[in-house]
Nanobody, 116 residues
């Protein structure tokens, strides 16, 4: 079992930045792939970025060059630095912990709103 808690969401203007944090507890965090997903109203949840236990990363094409995922295994934390935010980035952002190749455990979500 893994328990995840996100923080750092809020309201920001287009072009602004936010840093999301995810604190994890339980199981063996250092061996888990971790990810950030987002879900906008009326749309399906989609992968934003993932990071393997060794640090390899993957990003959705829509956020490449703007977002950076990182992890601090000693602190059991995962981060998502979001720069040059756009209105289409508006969504609830969820932290996820993987088992094998699929996300299995989810945080409660944190709202990110990008608006003028």
């Amino acid at each position: 079992q893994v328990h995840l808690v996100e923080s750092g969401g809020g309201l920001v203007q287009p072009g602004g930045s936010l840093r999301l944090s995810c604190s994890a507890s339980g199981s063996t965090f250092s061996t888990n792939t971790m990810g950030w997903y987002r879900q906008a109203p009326g749309k399906q949840r989609e992968l934003v970025a993932s990071i393997a236990s060794g640090g390899d990363t993957n990003y959705a094409d829509s956020v490449k060059g703007r977002f950076t995922i990182s992890r601090d295994n000693a602190r059991n934390m995962v981060f998502l630095q979001m720069n040059n935010l756009k209105p289409e980035d508006t969504a609830v952002y969820y932290c996820a912990a993987y088992r094998l190749i699929l996300p299995r455990y989810w945080g409660q979500g944190t709202q990110v709103t990008v608006s003028s």
